[in-house]
C-alpha cells in the first residue's frame, strides 16, 4: 500500500491523489506557457512551463528523461512516432509501457533506465549518467524541480490537474508545450482540433438528455481486499461523468482526488455502469463473481445487468490525460449511452484518430487491443 500511495502521489502532477498519500499541495493555476523564444543566434530555446518556471532548453535535443509524470513518456513516444530519444523514465511508466500497445509500437521505450528514480525521489548521480538533454516533471513536486535545476538539469515541469481535471485540455496543453519545445514536430493545432471536434460530437449527442434519463456511473478507481476508492467531484472521473452527460454518483464526495468508500455506501448510490481503471487489477469478471475482498456487489444494478467495464489501456493508462484521451471519450459515450452512438465503430475510429494526428497506423489487432487491457498493467 506504501507503494501505491508513492505512485500516486507522484503521478498526480500536482499532488492529485491526497487522500491516498502525503503529497505535495496542488499547484495554484497559472497561465499557459507563453510560447517558445529562440533567435538564430542562440542554441536555446524558452518556454514557460505549467509551474510558471521559465526555462530554457537546448534547441537540439536527443536524449529525455522522465520523472514522476507518468503518462508522459507515452505521449513523447506518440508524438514523436519513435521511442528513441526516452533515456530514462519511473517505473510505473515502464509497467504500463510492458503492458499495452505502446511497447509493441515502440520497443526501443523498453531500453530506458529506471533506476534514477522511486516515487519522487530522484538520484541526480544516476540520472546524469543518462546525460538528459531536457528532464520532464510533475508541476505539484516543486521540491523534485528545485533539486534538478540546482543539479544543472534543463528542468520543464509538466502538470495533469491544472485545468480542473479536464483531460481534453490537459492533453491539448501537453502537445502545445512539447510543440515549443519541438517546433519542428509541431502537433498543437491537429491535436486540439480533434479532440475539440471529439468531445463537441460526444456533447450535441448527450445535450438533449432529459435529468431522468442520465445513467447513473460509478468509477473504481483503487480496488484491493481491504479498499474500494472512487472519484468525488474534484477527481478525473467527475470531469468523464460530466463530458458524456452521465451522473457520477460519487459527485458528493467533497475531497480533492480519490477518496475510500464503504461497499454499503456504493450499494446506496446503486450505480447503472461501473468503469474499473487500470490503477487496479480487478476486471469485470471479478466484481461479477465477488472474488477480491469480502465485497458483495451482487446487489447492484451495474452487475446484476452486466455493466460493468475496464476502462483502455493504449498508450498509457486512460483513466488520466494522456494520448488517448479523444478515444477514450468515444468509448466511454458509447458504453454509458449505447443507443446514441451506435454508430460509433471505435476500432475504426481508433485507426483513423492515430493516422490523421499522430501519422501512425494500427492494425485492426492493435486497436482492439487497447480496449482489452490486461491486469498486469495495474502493478507499480
Not at 482526488?257 to 461497499?263: H, K, P, Q, R, Y
Not at 465503430?345 to 492494425?363: H, S
Amino acid at each position: 500500500m506504501k507503494t501505491i500511495k508513492r505512485f500516486l502521489a507522484a503521478f498526480m502532477a500536482s499532488a492529485m491523489i491526497l487522500t491516498s498519500a502525503g503529497c505535495t499541495p496542488q499547484e495554484k493555476a497559472k497561465p499557459a506557457a507563453s510560447g517558445g523564444v529562440s533567435s538564430a543566434a542562440s542554441s536555446t530555446i524558452t518556454v514557460t512551463d505549467h509551474a510558471g518556471n521559465t526555462v530554457k532548453v537546448p534547441k537540439k535535443i536527443e536524449r529525455i528523461a522522465v520523472c514522476d509524470i507518468y503518462p508522459l513518456p507515452s505521449v513523447l513516444a506518440v508524438f514523436f512516432d519513435s521511442a528513441k530519444k526516452i533515456v530514462g523514465m519511473a517505473q510505473p511508466s515502464m509497467t504500463a509501457a510492458k503492458n499495452s500497445l505502446l511497447s509493441e509500437l515502440y520497443p526501443a521505450i523498453l531500453s530506458a533506465k529506471t533506476d534514477f528514480i522511486n516515487g519522487a525521489n530522484v538520484n541526480t548521480e544516476e540520472l546524469l549518467k543518462l546525460h538528459p538533454d531536457v528532464v520532464f516533471y510533475s508541476a505539484g513536486s516543486t521540491a523534485l524541480g528545485k533539486q534538478l535545476r540546482n543539479a544543472g538539469f534543463a528542468a520543464v515541469a509538466v502538470s495533469a490537474n491544472k485545468w480542473n481535471y479536464n483531460c481534453i485540455e490537459t492533453l491539448n496543453q501537453w502537445i502545445s508545450l512539447l510543440s515549443e519545445i519541438f517546433p519542428d514536430n509541431s502537433r498543437s493545432k491537429i491535436v486540439s482540433d480533434y479532440s475539440n471536434k471529439t468531445y463537441g460530437l460526444v456533447q450535441q449527442r448527450v445535450s438533449r438528455l432529459a435529468e431522468e434519463k442520465r445513467s447513473k456511473v460509478f468509477f473504481l478507481f483503487q480496488y484491493s481486499n481491504a479498499k474500494i476508492t472512487t472519484s468525488g467531484k474534484q477527481f478525473f472521473g467527475q470531469w468523464w461523468a460530466d463530458a458524456v452527460g452521465a451522473v457520477n454518483v460519487g459527485e458528493e464526495l467533497s475531497m480533492d482526488n480519490s477518496t475510500a468508500v464503504s461497499m454499503e455506501q456504493v450499494c446506496k448510490w446503486n450505480p447503472q455502469k461501473i468503469f474499473i481503471t487500470n490503477f487496479n487489477s480487478a476486471q469485470a469478471a471479478d466484481l461479477y463473481s465477488n472474488k477480491i475482498g469480502n465485497f458483495d456487489w451482487s446487489t447492484i444494478d451495474a452487475v446484476k445487468k452486466k455493466e460493468v467495464y475496464k476502462m483502455p489501456l493504449g498508450m498509457y493508462r486512460s483513466y488520466t490525460p494522456g494520448v488517448d484521451t479523444p478515444i477514450t471519450l468515444l468509448w466511454l459515450a458509447k458504453a454509458v449511452y449505447p443507443d446514441l452512438f451506435k454508430n460509433i465503430d471505435i476500432t475504426a475510429k481508433t485507426k483513423e484518430y492515430y493516422k490523421t494526428v499522430f501519422g501512425v497506423t494500427l492494425t485492426d489487432k492493435q486497436a482492439e487491443k487497447i480496449f482489452a487491457p490486461v491486469s498486469a498493467a495495474s502493478a507499480f
